[in-house]
């Protein structure tokens, strides 16, 4: 099992930054890829980025690619999202999910087996 718990959401403006992270308990954390998603009121759950559990691999939604990055630290159990030139559309739930020993890695949130809570991101325009 795994436990996610993600912080560092909070209310920014246009073009600030943010950084998430989210921490694990649990003993599988370093065979999942990890990804971050998001979801707006009325909307569905999209896929925002993920990163192998050995981090050669990482994939970006169009939308963030350039603005967002993705980053792991097996060490300390936390996945992070660095999060640049932040919009207004970038307002949502942020959730980190799990992916246990994936044989590819996914951008949709079917297969991911373990997810957090959620952080609210709100950018004002």
């Known amino acids: 099992q795994l436990q996610l718990v993600e912080s560092g959401g909070g209310l920014v403006q246009a073009g600030d930054s943010l950084s998430l992270s989210c921490t694990a308990s649990?003993?599988?954390?370093?065979?999942?890829?990890m990804a971050w998603f998001r979801q707006a009121p009325g909307k569905e759950r999209e896929f925002v980025a993920v990163?192998?559990?050995?981090?050669?691999?990482?994939y970006y939604a169009e939308s963030v690619k350039g603005r967002f990055t993705i980053s792991r630290d097996n060490s300390k159990n936390t996945v992070y999202l660095r999060m640049n030139n932040l919009k207004p559309e970038d307002t949502a739930v942020y959730y980190c999910?799990?992916?246990?020993?994936?044989?590819?890695?996914?951008?949709?949130?079917?297969?991911?087996?373990?997810w957090g809570q959620g952080t609210q991101v709100t950018v004002s325009a």
């Open positions: 649990g003993r599988f954390f370093g065979s999942c890829a």
């Open positions: 990163i192998s559990w050995d981090i050669t691999t990482t």
């Open positions: 999910a799990g992916d246990l020993l994936p044989k590819v890695i996914q951008t949709v949130a079917g297969p991911y087996d373990y």
